[in-house]
């Protein structure tokens, strides 16, 4: 508990996330991503970013994630920043899952013994559908903040956490309704966590939901 709480309170602050490697990688499809990797070691973590957003909107979680022992990749998808790659200029119908699964390629390549996978909105959804077109133990576990599959929910293969806000919502109107449908449809092991207020995605870390956002990721990933 007390480690928990000097995370959480290195998440709270203002300070400067540590030194990050800049690196870049082919996807599938003749993309190249551009990423920073922060850390060491076999146990890694991908961050996939909302659409409003970019790879260094997760410094500070990076900050904390390698804190506890990861080696964290955070990417840009095509399209931003110096992300290139097809159908970049519609991100609603690019085949972003590719960026996802360059990202895990990469860390299986340099040595990591399991991948876990953080998406957040777009990037969530972007992850889920990795996942659901990779084979059975390639990501270890899948968090989705704000977020759920544009692919069939059934076929995730890794233990799943969904943390959505009760009230977030979007033009189309409340996102809890849909994020419920698909968990359901998902199958075990998995979870939804409600927390409260309006935050959408990574948004919540920046709310009084922050620190309990980041208690129920750190206990997903760390649970035995």
Known sequence: MRVLATLCAMLLSSGAARAQQAIAFPTSDGGLIH??????????????HGGRL???????????????????????????????????????TAPLQLDVLAAIDYLRRTGATSVDVIGASMGGSA?????????PGLVRRLVLLGAAPDGPAGRLKCPTLFIVARDDASGDG??????????????????LVIVKGSAHAQFLFQTDQGARVLKELMDFLQAR
């Open 35 to 48: 990423a920073d990797v922060y850390g060491a070691g076999a146990r890694t973590i991908v961050l996939a």
């Open 54 to 92: 970019d790879k260094e909107s997760w410094r500070k979680q990076a900050d904390v994630l390698v804190a506890a022992g990861y080696r964290v990749l955070a990417f840009d998808f095509r399209g931003i920043g110096q992300s290139r790659g097809p159908g970049q200029s519609d991100l609603e």
């Open 127 to 135: 992850a889920a559908d990795a996942v659901i077109a990779s084979p």
């Open 174 to 191: 409340p996102r809890l309704p849909g994020i419920r449908a698909k968990f359901a449809q998902a199958p075990q092991p998995k979870r």
